[in-house]
């Protein structure tokens, strides 16, 4: 049973890296906004900008 | 005919999709005709403004728009908007921050329905040159917009975001949006602490669980008990802080309430847990404390979502501020200053299509303000001199100059938006007889718990304090506290998502239980855009001498009639001079030497026909009659069967003459319709209905509904910009298809049921679960078990609301 003192210390390490991972997205705004980001799954690859008409106005 | 049922058989089956007879783009009726190839087949459209944002979106390969999006777009409105103001260095010094590179503003854009909006507006802006970085967010309505001064210019920038349909408006209540937002980030950050270490938790929960012969050695117990402690201690203190803050704030009150319930039943787990810990006892019960504070967060996370959803929208109204406003000097100079610096009994300036800065009286000449935004009402309204005009209108033809009577907050608009804010504040009526319902529930489980504590003491004193707490957190009405909210949150969201904005409250259930809708014609079941179907001439005149001399005196009076004079003549128009509008009445002018009048009958002709009709005359004589038709909205008659199918009584009341009122009525197929109704009489008819024991639902549009919306049980109001502003609409239907409220009826209904099926099991739960814990028969880690299922049979039960399907 000793190797729960190992595993039981890295459970919350990682515990502790989830939260941290957590923490960081939220502050960054990764959950601002749930629904768009949702929609560039849907959509192929950017293809270049065709050429033609690039609106002047 | 038969094509128009196929038509609304279609929009019965999928709103969204546009029909042959719709535009393409916006979903409009497409009367015009303008037809144009884009990508590979021919559509419809509109007007040339649509079609030319579906022309510039397929060009730009973002043809994908039309595929994502569960909205229909706005009608694009083909006029040039002057966006120079937006180039002004002191419009950017206030508002744009400098960044790498450039400078960054954040805007707000109407129009942006649905996720698609958001997606079209990040990739055409980010393909314009010198723009640095566009990002924009559905749910609030916001972009962020960061560009290069050096290579593009906001303005031009901006263009392209109004080719598309949306207008862009400088975001306001920043201050309010970011604490909104850490506020929601806040949550966010204790639901995932709760969660996180939840599971963390439970794992080691398990382990001790799963030692039922007791061979575990007692150090490696110990051991896991207090990695167990350290991680339910922030998940009871950080996340659990609303619920011990709550319940301080209720005991303070003296009115012991849910939270009291949860944060009495955490602590309690939680310490004797601790006490348990150090003293090497039988049982810890951490697992049931940070489950317990985990479950009622994303419960409360939930709730507090759907009304975030219908306040990102308010924000239309703030919208309607202007960032900068004209002042007049004494000397006669005009200065351009911050809309902050107005001040009461100042003179400003406002330019025709600029929005009038503050609430004001109109000096000089008569003028014509849009206040679509305030009354929902689409045509300008003429003021005279001495008027009162109200800022977020829109000034309509003519600069005009006005005297400022109220600004800031003690407009009109703004205290418009303070009613719309507070009415999300409530909590649903429902909810509050849970919570009251809950409170009565926690005393008396209080004094069971003490009678069960004294009870098992003086019997059996070793299991006291296990019983207690199992009785404690088994009764727990947690699935009592939810089943409302989430059935609640639930139905929000799937009504947001159909289009209805839910405004008040407690608006809901009283939608649920509506037995009649009365429907108000004007632009409600007609599309509003009047039409002239027909011309009867007197005196042997010519008609198509009438077409043009009313073409000619309507051509430049800007009314919504004049493109119906227009269209039917053509270029063979006669040219007017002297052309007056007298308001209420008519246009009169000259054309061709003569005299003519335009109007109601009294006007035109002198004689008193009162009818709906439009006369043409020399002030005393009658020479032509045209007739006005008003074109219903094509899925008016699909809803008026939708609702009779609910089993609804549907009643038309229109201000209208009776003949169209009743032309109308018999083709969308409602048989109770009354003609030339005042307010009053509406709201009489609104009385006498409900005076029969009916629950009426009023579907209006403007604010010359105010009395009748406030007087019918729930109101439901057409269009948005009326019905955020008025205020008292329950429901705001986003966009412009009818067939939402029978489904949103439906929604309703299913709500209801939901709810009482929630509120029964919870309660029949309880009933079997209490005197079980009393009887000493369930353990605390069976106790908290039952909690979870019971909270999340309820949960699971709302989330079946989410499914649109009936």
Known sequence: ?57 | MAARVSDMDALLHDARRPTPATCYHCGEAAVTGVQRVVGQSTHAFCCEGCAAAAQWIADADLGDYYRLRSQNANRVDPAALDLGAWDRDDLLDGHARVVDGGREITLLADGMRCAACAWLIDRALTRQAGVLEASANAVTGRIRLAWDPAKTSLSRALRCLVALGYRPYLATGTAQEDRRRRERNRWLLRVGVAGLGAMQAMMFAEALYLDTTHQMPLPTRDFLRWMTFLVATPVVFYSGWPFLSGAWHELRQRRPGMDTLIAGSTLLAYLASLVETVRGGPHVWYDAAVMFVFLLLVARLFEQRARGIASAQVDALARARPTLATRECDDGRRESIALSALGVGDIACVAAGEIVPADGVLLDAPARFEEALLTGESQPIGKAPGDSILAGTVCRDTPVRMRVTETGAATRLSQLTALVERAQSHRPRLALLADRVASRFVVGLLLIAAATWLGWHWMQPARAFEVTLALLVVSCPCALSLSVPAALAAAHGALARIGVLSVQPDALERLARATDVVFDKTGTLSNGRPTVADVDTFDGFDGDLAWRIAAALERDSGHPLASAFAARVGTAACSASDVKTIAGAGVRGRVDGNKWYLGHARFATGGDDDDDGIWLGDGTRAMARFELRETPRADAAATVAALHALGLRQHLCSGDAPAPVARLAAHVGISEASARQTPESKLAVVRDLQHHGRIVAMVGDGINDAPVLAGADVSIAVGAGAALAQRAADFVLTGDALLRIPEAIALARRTQRVIKQNLGWAIAYNLLAVPLAVAGLVTPWIAALGMAVSSLTVTANALRLTRTAP
């Open chain 1, 1 to 57: 049973m000793n190797i729960l003192l190992l595993l039981v210390p890295i459970s919350l390490l990682l515990l502790g890296v989830a939260i941290w991972a957590f923490v960081w997205a939220v502050r960054r705004g990764q959950f601002d906004d749930l629904d768009t980001p949702a929609l560039d799954i849907l959509v192929d690859d950017e293809h270049d900008p065709p050429p033609a008409r690039r609106h002047a106005d």
